[in-house]
C-alpha cells in the first residue's frame, strides 16, 4: 500500500501509485525547486506537464516533472537543486531555447 | 508498402475516438501521445495500485483505451511531436528515450487538446497557487487532497467540479470566485435549457455545494495571493471582496487550444472572438485548410468532452469516406449534428464565462507576468509602448515567453499587456517554434534507419529525418 521516497534525504512514506507531485504535495512539500534568476520557491501549477514549475531530480537526474513522474519505492528526490554558476545548462539537459530565434541545430525556426 | 492510413496525435477523448473509429473501419492507424498511458487530461488513467485501492476513474475512459488497443491501433505512447520536418508534411518525434523518429501517414488529425489559462496576479508564481487541473487530478487520479482550507477562484464552469472533487477527499473549500455572473436567470440560462444532460450536470455541482456549505461568489476575483514563501493569503476584489485565508489556491479562466502542430503544419487559423489568440479552421469534421490534414477535440476550440468524442468519431468516418470505405450516410449525418448541436452549446458556455481579461489592466507593474523568465508587467507595457512595439517584438526584448512554458502560461496575458500599452499592436498570438516541447539533445538528431527494412525515410544527411516514415 505504501512505499517510501526520499526527499532531500529525509524517507517519507507515501500511498503506492501516485504521481511525485501528490506525494510531495500531501506529505506538505511545496517548495519544488527555487528560480533560477530569483531565488524564489516555486511549487507544481500546471499539474499537466506544461509548466514545468515542479522540476526537480529524481534518482540523479534532473528535470523530471513531478506531476508526469509517479512514485517508486527506494526513489531519491532532490528539491532546491544548488545551481553552479560556471555551469551554463544549469545541470539541465534540455536542448529547448524554445521560442526563441533558430531554436534547433539548423536554426530550423519558423 | 503503405502501413499506416491515419496518423493520429493526441490519445485524449478526441484522438481516441477518432482512432477507434477509423481502425474499426479498416484502416491502419498509429496513435500518438506524448504520455506514458492513453486517455488525455479528461481519461487520465489511475495507477493500478491506486485503482486497487480506491477502484476505476471513469470507467468510460478505460473502455475506450481498451476498445482501441484492441481495434488494432499502433499505440505511441511516451512518443513527444515536437516538430514538422522541412517537407511540411513528416512530424518529427522523440522516443520515450530520447530517440529521434519521423512520422508520416496518409491523414494526419491533431487532437492535441487544450491546456488551463491562467491570467496572472500578484503572488500567482507562490508555491500554493496552482491551476484548478492540477487539483483536479490530485483529488481523483491520485486522491490526494492538494489542501486543507482550499479557495477555487478564476471563470468557468470547471471550477464546479473540481471544488465537488475536493470536498469528496476531505478538503474544506472555503468558496468559488466566479469573475463573471453567469449563475442567474437570464437569456443565457434560457438557452440552456436546450440542454438538459449539461444543465442537470451543472445542477449536482451546485446542489453538492450548497450541501457542504460552500458560498459561490460571482463577479468576484483574486487581487493578489500572499504569503511568505507559500500561499497563505488571498485578496478578492468585485463584489465579494476580501481577504481569504488559505493554504490552496486554485485558479483557472478556461482553457486554451494547443494549435502548435497545426499552425506548424501551414493550417490557416482564424482569431478566435474573445482572446484573439489563433484557432484552426476547420469544418464540421475537422478537415482544416490542408486537404490531409484534421483537427479534433479542445485543439479545434474549446468545447467539451463530449464534443471531443463527436468530432474525433466525425474526422475517422470522413476519412473513411474519403478512402473508399462504405460510410452509411445516416450515420454521418448523426455524428455530424451532435458536432453541431454541441458546438452550439460551447458557444452558450463561452458567452457566460468569457475570459476576464479587463482584470489584466489592472495589475501592478511588479506583478510577474512571464514565470519562467520572470518579467514584470511593467516591462511588457514600457517595451510594447516603446516604439509601438507588437507582441512577437515584446518578447524578444523581455524574453518573456521564452522560458521552457514556451508562453503557454503567460501567452494571453503578455499579449493583452502589449495590445492595451500598444492600440497600433496587431491582434497575434506568440509564432509557433519548434521544439513545439523542450525535447533532449538526442532527439534532435536524424533518426537511425529502421532495422526491419521498414524504413522509408531519405536517407540521412538530405536535411529530412529518415526513419519510420509510415506511409
Partial sequence: ?110 | MSDRDVLIVGGGPAGLSAALSAAQGGLRVALVDEHTELGGQYFKRRHPAVVARHGDFRPAGTRLVTAVRQAGVDCLTGHLVWGVADDGATLLVAGPDGAPHALRARFTVLATGAHERVLPFPGWQLPGVVTAGLALHLATIDRVPVGRRVLLAGTGPFLLPVACALLEVGVRVVGVAEANHPYRLGRHAAASLRYPARLRELAGYLATLVRHRVPVWQDTYVLSASGPDRLRQVTLGGRHAGTVEADVLCVGHGFRPNVELARLLGCETRPDPVVGEPVPVADVVGRTSRPDVYVVGEAAGIAGVHAARARGQAAALDILARTGRAVPPARQRRVHARVRRLARFAALTEALFPPPLHLLDGIPDDTEVCRCEQVSAGEIRATAGLAHNGLNATKGFTRAGMGLCQGRECGTAVACLTRAANPHAPAEAFTARMPVRPVPVTALGVPPRHAAGADRGRPAGDGTPGGEVVR
Avoid at chain 1, 2 to 31: C, F, K, M, N, Q
Avoid at chain 1, 64 to 89: F, I, K, N, Q, Y
Fill in chain 1, 1 to 110: 500500500m505504501s512505499v517510501h521516497i526520499h526527499v532531500d534525504g529525509r524517507r517519507v512514506p507515501v500511498p503506492e501509485g501516485i504521481s511525485l507531485a501528490a506525494a510531495l504535495v500531501g506529505s506538505g512539500h511545496w517548495t519544488f525547486r527555487r528560480h533560477a534568476v530569483s531565488g524564489r520557491p516555486r511549487g507544481p501549477f500546471c499539474g499537466m506537464g506544461v509548466c514545468f514549475e515542479c522540476e526537480l531530480t529524481v534518482d540523479g537526474q534532473p528535470g523530471v516533472r513531478a506531476c508526469l513522474a509517479h512514485v517508486r519505492d527506494g526513489m531519491r528526490v532532490e528539491t532546491c537543486p544548488p545551481t553552479d554558476p560556471d555551469d551554463p545548462s544549469g545541470g539541465d539537459v534540455l536542448a529547448a531555447a524554445p521560442g526563441g530565434a533558430g531554436t534547433t541545430e539548423e536554426g530550423r525556426g519558423v
